[in-house]
């Protein structure tokens, strides 16, 4: 883990190889000042990106559904799926129209 410079947490149920699920997690999922973290570490002597020669940050973000365990007191919603048959339609015109 030396070398990671971010690490994004998802639930089970998100599938990451899915950039669009993974990018729609996080803007629904993520409050950054309460699930960021920023911490000082080693880094790859090949990172550029470092202030200084292997001495660098690491970020870490909680993408996950909120518990009231967790201290979060709202309801968290259900997420919500297009219907099958409207998905549909909607591609029917998206097709019709040469989008």
Known sequence: MMFTKMIFVFDKDVNVQDIGNVMWRIGNNVDPKRDTVFVE?????????????HLGSKMGMDCTKKWQEEGFMREWPKVIKMDPDVKKRVDEIWERLGL
């Open 41 to 53: 570490g080693p880094v790859d002597a090949l990172d550029h990106a470092a202030p200084l020669p």
